[in-house]
């Protein structure tokens, strides 16, 4: 067999094997976690028996989105007591503005290594310099906290792929990439809702490696037309939303990219569930029988 020949037979015989090999042994979605925003009505009532049934269903990872009124210390004790941590949780632009120290602060005590900022204001978003200075808060409080151990992220919604008129017709999301140190300040990719505007998210895993350290896993029942997308915001699309697995996303073909993404949690949500605890139920039964 000439050398040429021989080399080439080689390649394709390791490349055939790695083929098979991860055919053999295809990758799941560990750990899956649930954004407690999903059970939150039970939590105002209930919040240590909503923590007990979520981790109930099989959950390993939560994702704060407010305390209601118990401290930090009680908090992680729950935590504890459930066998679940807290990887992640999210706070208000005003808590960035005012009392980011104290968000740290609790984030060391529960376990947060994420912090992440779900919101921008709508009056903020269409001034001359609003996203300017989000991206501006953005990355003093990710400077802050990759000085104190932790993470900062930004969370979409749509209207961050929506063309703005302060940046030039630029998408808004583009330019906090752009803008903010990408150390410092990763995204925590809503996947649904960036399906709904009509973007992929496989495209901005390929432009921004390493970028999105924690994702939203969520479903819809189906998208707006192409033509629609641009104005196809979260109010209109509410009704859509349905269980991980009973929409219309592919979640292996995106998953299939969650290496180059840099996921490292997943957390489950839906928005206005009709059963709460049913509904995290099915998205985790879905989730825990995939692979990819």
Not at 5 to 24: E, R
Not at 103 to 130: M, Y
Not at 222 to 227: A, F, G, I, R, S
């Amino acid at each position: 067999m000439k050398r040429r020949t021989f080399i080439g037979t080689s390649v394709a015989a390791t490349l055939a094997a790695k083929t098979s090999w991860a055919a053999a042994f295809p990758k799941s979605v560990k750990p899956i976690g649930v954004q407690l925003y999903t059970v939150r009505d039970a939590m105002k009532s209930d919040f240590e028996g909503s923590i007990a049934k979520v981790a109930a269903v099989g959950y390993k990872e939560v994702e704060f989105a407010g305390y209601f009124d118990h401290s930090p210390k009680d908090i992680r004790a729950i935590l504890d007591k459930n066998g679940l941590t807290a990887p992640s949780c999210h706070v208000s632009y005003t808590i960035l503005e005012k009392s980011w120290p104290e968000a740290l602060e609790a984030a060391h005590t529960i376990g947060h290594k994420l912090i992440v900022n779900p919101w921008i204001e709508a009056e903020q978003r269409k001034s001359p310099d609003g996203w300017k200075r989000a991206a501006e808060l953005f990355n003093k409080c990710g400077e802050s906290a990759h000085k104190a151990g932790i993470q900062f992220a930004y969370h979409n919604h749509t209207f961050e792929f929506q063309p703005a008129e302060s940046l030039d017709g630029k998408l808004p999301y583009d330019y906090l990439l752009a803008n903010c140190d990408k150390n410092n300040v990763k995204m925590e990719l809503d996947l649904c809702w960036i399906s709904v505007a009509g973007k992929d998210p496989i495209a901005y895993f390929n432009n921004n490696p390493g970028r999105f350290p924690a994702v939203h896993v969520k479903d819809i029942k189906q998208l707006p037309k192409p033509e629609d997308a641009p104005t196809a915001g979260p109010d209109k699309q509410m009704a859509f939303l349905t269980e991980v697995g009973s929409g219309i996303i592919d979640w292996k073909k995106i998953f299939a990219n969650s290496g180059k993404a840099g996921i490292q949690h997943y957390f489950v949500e839906h928005d206005n569930p009709s059963d709460a605890f049913a509904s995290i139920k099915a998205s985790y039964d879905f989730l825990s029988k995939l692979n990819y």
